[in-house]
């Protein structure tokens, strides 16, 4: 089990998110003297762009870090991030569609135990691939890991870039397997058990789909409304995660989906085993397949983070609470994939 005590860029972080999506823009302009955009918040990550003195841009969240506020800034007219900056070096404002939102923005926190909830929802994955627990890429970075991260993203995701990923995230929030598994399960469980084993025996249906649809009629009325929820999100964490380690997401919106899937797995299940018992069976659903070449692996992980002492599932309790937050906003301007 690869757990140790949380790094220190796990544990100053203190970020404020936006839960809900807000009519008003908080805009920044850069005072004084041009400034150096880095990739994170602090002085000692790369620099990635500058911005002129008098020039605006979007505040989209802000972080306080050991040297001091740090916030995520964007371009007026483009939502991509372009990195974080030093808050006080920005003269800031709000603006809005000159009335107050029906729903405004409603800032929160995040503690140390909450993120540390967010990054244990995909731990049956983390720790079958063995990775880190505690840290948000999970991963030493490094050339080689960056590398080895954007090659996983395109061969289980056809991820080949920032775009592919947001649209992958879009996906999972707007149905994933979940979808298909409720269509499917619909139609099996009203089969009489004749009509069920004359469409498994019809030489049209191959083998593997005949599991997916015994799987389906199996679980339906099992799940209900939780369905494959703890597939689909555990799988939206890892890739939150992943896609912060390939440089396909800052720091911010990582967080922002984490959370984001966070509270609705919270919400969905009473425990850390339902949890991965869900993640086991759409994990069935979604590849028979892999399931008979690695489905043993994966079930001793889940046996393993339920019974030892370290595990993030038995050290981090699951009634914690957990804020609601919005998708990343970039997310939800992508169309479903197909």
Same mark, same amino acid.
């Given at each position: 089990?690869?757990?140790?005590?949380l790094?220190?860029?796990?544990?100053?972080? %203190?970020?404020s +998110?936006?839960?809900?999506?807000?009519?008003? #823009?908080?805009?920044?302009?850069?005072s004084?003297?041009?400034i150096q955009?880095?990739r994170?918040?602090?002085t000692?990550?790369?620099?990635?762009?500058?911005?002129?003195?008098?020039e605006?841009?979007?505040?989209?969240?802000?972080?306080?870090?050991?040297?001091?506020?740090?916030?995520?800034?964007? @371009?007026?007219?483009?939502?991509?991030?372009?990195?974080?900056?030093?808050c006080?070096?920005?003269?800031?404002?709000?603006?809005?569609?000159?009335?107050?939102?029906?729903?405004?923005?409603?800032?929160?926190?995040?503690? @140390?135990?909450?993120?540390?909830?967010?990054?244990?929802?995909?731990?049956?994955?983390?720790e079958?691939?063995?990775?880190r627990?505690?840290?948000?890429?999970? +991963?030493?970075?490094?050339a080689?890991? %960056?590398?080895?991260?954007?090659?996983?993203?395109?061969?289980?995701?056809?991820?080949?870039?920032?775009?592919?990923?947001?649209?992958?995230l879009?996906?999972?929030?707007?149905?994933g397997?979940?979808?298909?598994?409720?269509?499917?399960?619909?139609?099996? %469980?009203?089969?009489?058990?004749?009509?069920?084993?004359?469409?498994?025996?019809?030489?049209?249906?191959?083998?593997?789909?005949?599991?997916?649809?015994? %799987?389906?009629?199996?679980?339906?009325?099992?799940?209900?409304?939780?369905?494959?929820?703890?597939?689909?999100?555990?799988?939206?964490?890892s890739?939150?995660r992943?896609?912060? #380690?390939a440089?396909?997401?800052?720091?911010?919106?990582?967080?922002?989906? /984490?959370?984001?899937?966070?509270?609705?797995?919270?919400? #969905?299940?009473?425990?850390?085993?339902?949890?991965?018992?869900?993640?086991?069976?759409? @994990?069935?659903?979604?590849?028979?397949?892999?399931?008979?070449?690695?489905?043993?692996d994966?079930?001793?992980?889940?046996e393993q983070?339920?019974?030892?002492?370290?595990s993030?599932?038995?050290? /981090?309790?699951?009634?914690?609470?957990?804020?609601?937050?919005?998708?990343?906003?970039?997310?939800?301007?992508?169309?479903?994939?197909?």
């Amino acid at each position: 089990m690869r757990v140790s005590v949380l790094v220190p860029a796990l544990c100053f972080l %203190v970020i404020s +998110i936006p839960s809900l999506v807000s009519a008003q #823009t908080d805009v920044g302009t850069v005072s004084k003297e041009a400034i150096q955009v880095h990739r994170e918040a602090s002085t000692s990550s790369d620099v990635v762009g500058a911005l002129a003195a008098g020039e605006q841009v979007r505040i989209d969240w802000s972080v306080a870090a050991e040297q001091g506020e740090w916030c995520s800034v964007s @371009r007026l007219d483009d939502p991509r991030p372009l990195g974080f900056v030093p808050c006080q070096r920005l003269d800031r404002k709000t603006i809005g569609a000159g009335k107050p939102p029906a729903e405004p923005a409603r800032p929160f926190t995040l503690t @140390r135990a909450q993120m540390s909830w967010g990054l244990a929802a995909s731990a049956l994955l983390t720790e079958h691939n063995r990775g880190r627990h505690d840290t948000l890429a999970g +991963i030493a970075a490094t050339a080689q890991s %960056v590398s080895d991260q954007r090659l996983t993203l395109a061969r289980w995701w056809d991820v080949a870039d920032r775009d592919g990923l947001l649209r992958a995230l879009a996906w999972l929030d707007a149905g994933g397997h979940r979808q298909q598994f409720d269509q499917i399960g619909e139609k099996a %469980v009203h089969l009489s058990p004749e009509e069920f084993e004359a469409q498994l025996s019809n030489p049209e249906v191959r083998s593997d789909d005949a599991e997916t649809i015994s %799987v389906a009629r199996k679980y339906f009325a099992k799940l209900g409304a939780r369905s494959l929820v703890g597939w689909d999100y555990a799988r939206y964490v890892s890739l939150c995660r992943w896609g912060y #380690t390939a440089g396909y997401l800052d720091e911010g919106e990582a967080w922002q989906g /984490i959370m984001h899937a966070a509270g609705i797995l919270r919400r #969905t299940f009473g425990s850390w085993r339902e949890l991965g018992e869900n993640y086991l069976i759409g @994990r069935q659903f979604w590849s028979p397949e892999e399931t008979r070449r690695g489905g043993a692996d994966y079930r001793a992980t889940f046996e393993q983070l339920l019974s030892d002492p370290a595990s993030p599932w038995n050290r /981090i309790p699951w009634s914690l609470e957990i804020p609601e937050a919005a998708a990343p906003a970039a997310t939800r301007q992508r169309p479903d994939r197909d």
